[in-house]
């Protein structure tokens, strides 16, 4: 059975003081609320990594993940971190080709397949972020974009390595906009991406990866949304901020 998964991403937010604040309520909140099958992850910026790595070492019901790593193993790239050094650590986990720094960053497919070979080296599970602007939704060109997504970030890697991943359909027009895809609307994509994910690999595969959605999801649509078939849980972005609403779409689960 895939495993179902609830992600925050707290992006450049909360300093050290604060981060330690909200992961230590996080913890103490969630504790009874995961199950076998279940995960619950929380994506930081880089300066909280080692100390909740720490904790999440020894609480359990919560894993660590970066947001971001560089493709390199080391060398001169000034203000950069590598795979080994978020693995170092403690994470668990590193977010891939985030709308953000695609837009932001000119993250490319190309770099993109390059960073998610450096993490999977590393024993980092990448959690590669999939889709479309709200200009190709409405030209109807979102399947396309998101089959070349697949197809040019993750469809090089061998059988094993796809097991390792965990994918997160995020329409970039619903990312910290207050829109959310109906549960209609994702439950298509995730179909459709798992469906390409067996013409790809095989159906075996497909039914074992995990997809997560994200874009504005919070307490209130959380649990239509992740009762949909090919939805496994969710990517969290400003709701992961508030201890209650994050661990309240983690209940949503049960
Ligand atoms: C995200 O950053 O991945 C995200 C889904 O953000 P939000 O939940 O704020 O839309």
Known sequence: MRKKIVAGNWKMNLDYTAGLSLFSEVLNMVNDEVTGSQEVVVCS??????SLGQLAKENKSVSVGAQNCHQAESGAFT???SAAM???VGAEYVILGHSERRQYFGETDALLAEKV???LKNNLKPIFCIGETLDERNENRHFNVIKQQLENGIFNLSEEDFSKLVLAYEPVWAIGTGLTAT???AQ???AFIRKEIAAKYDDSIADNTTILYGGSCNPKNAAELFSQSDIDGGLIGGA???????VDIVKTFN
Do not use: C, M, T, W
């Open 45 to 50: 910026p880089y300066i909280h990594l080692n």
């Open 79 to 81: 203000g950069e971190i």
């Open 86 to 88: 978020i693995k170092s």
């Open 117 to 119: 070979n450096a993490a």
């Open 183 to 185: 549960p209609e609307q």
């Open 188 to 190: 298509e994509v995730h």
């Open 240 to 246: 992961s901020l508030k201890s209650r609403d994050f």
